[in-house]
C-alpha cells in the first residue's frame, strides 16, 4: 500500500482524508496536535491510522516522513520550508494549499536533484483560481489570442440564507487566518498603470460588484497581483488584478477595526482593564464615564447612529465580556470573540463564489469572458470551503501515486499536466464553472471598467 502522511486536522481535512481513505492501496496516516480530531476523521478506516505530534519535534516529524510516499502539509505556512528539507532529504513528494514562499522557491533546484515534486497552492485560493485561470488563458493563446485584461476575485461567504449577522461573515475556517488578512498591502496594474495601497488604506480601496447567480459583493485588492502578470503569461495584459469579495457593509467595518488598532498583535501598554469594552477605551483614550460608543464614533469620524458603530457594539467591543485570560493582545482577544459570534451554526452552509473576467483579443474580434464558480456546502456535512481547499490536493496525491503527475521541482498549478485532470474531476464532484463569452463593445467596457 501506497504511505500518504496529512501533517494537520484542522477545519478542512476531513474531505481529503474520506477521499484518500476511498482510494484502493492508499493507506492514510494523520498526525495532529489534537489526535482525537485526527482520529474523528479517520473513524476507525482500516486504511487510516491517527497520531499525536507536536510539529515542533523535528526528529518526530521527520521520522513520520520518511515513512510516507507522499506527505501533505495542512500546517501553518511557517512549517512548510521544514518539511519541504525533509521531503528532500528522503525523496517525498510534497504538496502544501499555501502560498509559495521565497524560501520554498529556493528549494527548486534541491528538489529536482531528490526526483521529487513539491506542488504549492494547490486548494481553492490560492488553487483553484489558478487553474481555472490558466487553462482559459491558455485557451485563447491556442485560439491564436491574447489577454488584454484580467480580474479574478474569490469570496469564502454564508450562503445567503446562513447570513443572519450584521458583519455578513461567517468562520468556515480560521478567524485569526482572516484578521491577519485584513492588514494586507495590495498591489495590481490597472490600464497599464501599477496601483500600490498600503494595508491599512486596504478597506478604503472596494468596489461594488454583481455576480450572476450569487448576489453584489464587496471587491477588494487581494495582497500583489503584480507577479500573476508573469505566473499566468499574460505579457500583453494592462490590467491585472485579484480580489476578494465580502458582503456589503464588512469593509468599512473592517476599516474601522483596524484604526482602532484592534489587529494589533502588542500587548496595549499600560492597559489594566479586564474586559473587552474597557479595551476599546483604552485604545482609544476616552475617559472613564464617557459614553464609549459615541467617543468610538468621534474617534473614527463617524455618527453615533452609524452602522458600523452598530456592527462594533453587536460584536461586543463596547460590552461588559471578560477578556480571555490566556491571551494577551487585541488581534487574539478578537480572535476568540469573533469565532464565538460569528461561526456557522448547526444545519447552515457555506457558499464559496469565485469569478474570473477576461477581455481577449484577436486579429479580427474583441471578446469578453467571464467563468464563475458558485459552491455550496453541504448542511451538517463538509463546507464549501473545506472541499474546494481540500480535494484539489487530494486529486493531486492521487495523480503522483498513479504516476500520472511526474514533473519535479518546487510548482504551483499551472501547467496542463496538474490543472487538467483536477479541474476535470472537480466538475464530476459538482464542483464546476459557468463560463460565457460575449462580444466587447463600448457597453461592456462601461460595465466592468
Given amino acids: 500500500m501506497k504511505k500518504i502522511l496529512v501533517l494537520g486536522a484542522g477545519m478542512v481535512s476531513r474531505p481529503m482524508i474520506k477521499y484518500l481513505l476511498n482510494q484502493p492501496d492508499f493507506h492514510v496516516i494523520m498526525a495532529s496536535r489534537t489526535v482525537s480530531k485526527a482520529e474523528n476523521m479517520i473513524q476507525g478506516h482500516p486504511q487510516g491510522e491517527a497520531f499525536e505530534l ?28 521544514k518539511v519541504a528539507e525533509m521531503c528532500i532529504k528522503h525523496k517525498k513528494h510534497l504538496i502544501t494549499t499555501s502560498y509559495v514562499s521565497d524560501a520554498m522557491k529556493a528549494l527548486d533546484k534541491k528538489t529536482k536533484n531528490a526526483g521529487i515534486l513539491i506542488l504549492n497552492e494547490c486548494g481553492l485560493d490560492p488553487g483553484i ?25 474569490t469570496g469564502a461567504l454564508p450562503a445567503h440564507e446562513a447570513n443572519t449577522n450584521p458583519f455578513g461573515y461567517k468562520f468556515s475556517w480560521s478567524p485569526r487566518g482572516v484578521l491577519l488578512a485584513s492588514r494586507n498591502a495590495a498591489k495590481w496594474l490597472e490600464n497599464g498603470k501599477e496601483i500600490s495601497i498600503p494595508g491599512e488604506q486596504l478597506f478604503e ?15 477588494y485588492p487581494n495582497r500583489n497581483s503584480m507577479p500573476y502578470k508573469e505566473i499566468y503569461g499574460l505579457k500583453d495584459a494592462t490590467t491585472v488584478y485579484r480580489g476578494t469579495f465580502r458582503m456589503t457593509g464588512w469593509c468599512e467595518t473592517l476599516r474601522s477595526i483596524v484604526a482602532l488598532d484592534w489587529l494589533s498583535e502588542e500587548p496595549p501598554k499600560g492597559f489594566s482593564g479586564k474586559t473587552y469594552g474597557e479595551l476599546t477605551r483604552h485604545l482609544i483614550g476616552a475617559k472613564p464615564k464617557e459614553n464609549l460608543p459615541h467617543a468610538t464614533a468621534k474617534h473614527l469620524g463617524l455618527k453615533p ?66 467563468s464563475t464558480l458558485i459552491d455550496y456546502g453541504i448542511p451538517d456535512g463538509d463546507t464549501s470551503i473545506a472541499r474546494t481547499v481540500a480535494l484539489p490536493a487530494a486529486i493531486a496525491v492521487k495523480m503522483i501515486l498513479q504516476k500520472k503527475m511526474n514533473i519535479t521541482g518546487v510548482h504551483i498549478p499551472v501547467v496542463p499536466e496538474i490543472y487538467n485532470p483536477i479541474l476535470d474531476e472537480l466538475e464530476d464532484m459538482g464542483i464546476t464553472f459557468k463560463e460565457k463569452t460575449e462580444t466587447f463593445t463600448k457597453k461592456t467596457a462601461d460595465i466592468i471598467l
Fill in 129 to 153: 483560481d489558478h487553474m481555472s485561470a490558466i487553462r482559459i488563458i491558455h485557451s485563447i493563446e491556442h485560439e491564436g489570442g491574447t489577454v488584454s485584461s484580467f480580474r479574478s476575485t
Fill in 205 to 219: 480601496n472596494y468596489s461594488l460588484q454583481d455576480v450572476k447567480g450569487a448576489g453584489t459583493f464587496e471587491n
Fill in 305 to 370: 447612529y452609524a452602522a458600523v458603530i452598530k456592527r462594533l457594539e453587536w460584536l461586543g467591543l463596547f460590552g461588559d465580556e471578560p477578556l480571555p485570560k490566556d491571551k494577551n493582545n487585541p488581534l487574539d482577544y478578537l480572535n476568540v470573540l469573533t469565532l464565538k459570534k460569528m461561526s456557522m451554526a448547526e444545519h447552515e452552509r457555506d457558499m464559496v463564489v469565485m469569478h474570473h473576467e477576461f477581455i481577449a483579443e484577436y486579429p479580427s474580434k474583441k471578446e469578453y469572458i467571464t
Fill in 54 to 81: 507536536d510539529v515542533n519535534d523535528d526528529k518526530k516529524v521527520e521520522e513520520f516522513v520518511s515513512k510516507a510516499d507522499v506527505v501533505v502539509s495542512l500546517l501553518p505556512y511557517t512549517y512548510h520550508v
